[in-house]
C-alpha cells in the first residue's frame, strides 16, 4: 500500500508568481484535503476535494484554487504569491467522512515566497 | 467553531520514563473524532491514536494511551517507557465538517523532548 506522495519537496517563488504543488492519494483513498502550516504552527484547512469537486473551503482567498483528477491525486494552485503564503504545505487523503480510517499526510512541500 | 488548544508548547521526558501531553478542545457537537499526531522532522504528520467520542473508554495502542473526559472536554496523551524516537512535535486535532468536507482542527502542538 502506496503512502501519500507529495512534489516537489522544497520551492521558492518570486512574489506575485504562481505555483502548483501535487500530491498522489493513498492507494483506496477518494478524498484529497489540503492543509497550510506556517512556521511555529499548526496545520491550517485550506479546502478538500472529493470526486474530482472541492466539498469544503476553509477561511483562504479565491486565489487558492485546486482540482482533483479521477485517479484521486490533486493539485493546489496559489496565484499571485504573497509573503505570507511561506508555509509547508501538506496534503491528506482519506475515505470521505476521515474519522473511522483517518487521514494520511504526505511530507509536505516548503514554499518559500521571496 | 471548533477550537483546539495545547497549552504545553514544550514538555521533556527522560528515557524510559512517562509524560503527558495536555489538550482541550470546545465543540457543541455530541459524537466526534479526536486524534493525536506526531510530526518529527521529516515534516509528515503520522497518526499516533484516534478516539471516536461516544465510546467512554479510552484508546490505547502499544505505549500511547488517552484520558479522555467528554464532559470537561480534554484529551490528554500519556506516553510510557517513552523513547529517543518519541521525540517530535505533537498536535492535538479535532474532527468536524464544513459543508459536506470533514476535517482536522489543530492545536499549536507540543514539543516534546526525550533526554538519557
Known amino acids: 500500500e502506496t503512502g501519500v506522495t507529495q512534489s516537489p519537496t522544497h520551492l521558492i517563488k518570486t512574489r506575485g508568481q504562481q505555483v502548483t504543488l501535487r500530491c498522489s492519494s493513498q492507494?483506496?483513498?477518494?478524498?484529497v484535503s489540503w492543509y497550510q502550516q506556517a512556521l511555529g504552527q499548526g496545520p491550517q484547512f485550506i479546502f478538500q476535494y472529493y470526486r474530482e469537486e472541492e466539498n469544503g473551503r476553509g477561511n483562504f482567498p479565491p486565489r487558492f484554487s485546486g482540482l482533483q483528477f479521477p485517479n484521486y491525486s490533486s493539485e493546489l494552485n496559489v496565484n499571485a504569491l504573497e509573503l505570507d503564503d511561506s508555509a509547508l504545505y501538506l496534503c491528506?487523503?482519506?475515505?470521505?467522512?476521515?474519522?473511522?480510517?483517518?487521514?494520511?499526510f504526505g511530507s509536505g512541500t516548503r514554499l518559500t515566497v521571496v | 467553531a471548533q477550537t483546539v488548544t495545547q497549552s504545553q508548547p514544550e514538555m521533556s521526558v527522560q528515557e524510559a520514563e512517562t509524560v503527558t501531553l495536555s489538550c482541550t478542545y470546545d465543540?457543541?457537537?455530541?459524537?466526534?473524532?479526536l486524534f493525536w499526531y506526531k510530526q518529527p522532522p521529516s515534516r509528515q504528520m503520522i497518526l499516533v491514536i484516534r478516539?471516536?467520542?461516544?465510546?467512554?473508554q479510552n484508546a490505547t495502542e502499544n505505549r500511547f494511551s488517552v484520558n479522555f473526559q467528554k464532559a470537561a472536554k480534554s484529551f490528554s496523551l500519556k506516553i510510557s517507557d517513552s523513547q529517543l524516537g518519541d521525540a517530535a512535535m505533537y498536535f492535538c486535532a479535532y474532527r468536524s465538517y464544513t459543508g459536506t468536507a470533514s476535517k482536522l482542527t489543530f492545536g499549536t502542538g507540543t514539543r516534546l523532548q526525550v533526554t538519557l
Open positions: 491528506a487523503s482519506s475515505l470521505r467522512s476521515g474519522g473511522r480510517d483517518g487521514y494520511t
Open positions: 465543540t457543541s457537537e455530541s459524537d466526534y473524532y
Open positions: 492507494s483506496g483513498h477518494n478524498t
Open positions: 478516539q471516536e467520542a461516544y465510546k467512554q
